[in-house]
C-alpha cells in the first residue's frame, strides 16, 4: 500500500512542531529559512538536526557555510516566520528584529525563546531533502520560556503561565 503525497502532508500536519529561523552566515553568505523540521539528536555530544529541502535557494549556503543556528520563535514572531518562509531577498528576511552572532558567526535571533548555535557536523540525503546534523556548540536562553508552535497549518503559542501537567 502506497500513501500519497497529499495524505502524508495532512497526517504531518497533525503533528506539532516548534516554529524556528534556521540561520546561517560565512563565506557563502547569510541565509535563513523558517523550519519545523528541527529536533534534537542526542546530549552526548549536543546534537540537532535540521531537514532542508535540497531545491530550496539556501540548501548550498547552508552546506558551504558549515554553521547554522536554530532560532527558536515565541508567539509575537508570526509574521518573522512567514517573512522567512516567503520569497523575500535573504537581505529583507534579516531587516526586520535585532540580530547578533555566538561563536559560530551564524545569526541570532536577540528575541528568540532560545538559540543553537551549530557546527555543521554531517549531512544525509533523504528523498527531496538534506538532512544536516549540527553539533551544538552554544546556547543563548530568553528569560521567559515561550514558543511558537505549528499544527493543522496554523500557528498556536505557548506560554510561560501555562501550569505544567503532573504525572499520575
Request: a negative charge.
Amino acid at each position: 500500500m502506497t500513501v500519497s503525497q497529499e495524505e502524508f502532508r495532512t497526517a504531518m500536519s497533525r503533528l506539532g512542531a516548534a516554529v524556528t529561523l534556521v540561520t546561517t552566515d560565512g563565506s557563502a553568505g547569510r541565509h535563513g529559512i523558517t523550519a519545523s523540521a528541527v529536533c534534537s539528536v542526542t546530549d552526548s555530544p549536543p546534537t540537532v538536526l535540521v531537514c532542508v529541502n535540497r531545491a530550496s535557494g539556501a540548501h548550498q549556503i547552508f552546506k558551504d557555510n558549515g554553521v547554522f543556528c536554530v532560532n527558536v520563535l515565541a508567539p509575537d514572531h508570526r509574521d518573522l516566520a512567514m517573512a522567512f518562509a516567503g520569497k523575500l531577498p535573504p537581505e529583507e528576511r534579516f531587516a526586520a528584529e535585532g540580530w547578533s552572532a555566538l561563536s559560530s558567526g551564524a545569526p541570532v535571533l536577540e528575541a528568540a525563546t532560545v538559540a543553537l548555535d551549530c557546527r555543521l557536523d554531517q549531512v544525509t540525503e533523504a528523498g527531496t531533502h538534506s538532512v544536516l546534523f549540527g553539533a551544538v556548540i552554544g546556547t543563548r536562553l530568553a528569560q521567559e520560556a515561550e514558543g511558537l508552535v505549528y499544527f493543522n497549518r496554523d500557528f498556536h503559542s505557548l506560554g510561560s503561565s501555562a501550569a505544567p501537567s503532573s504525572a499520575s
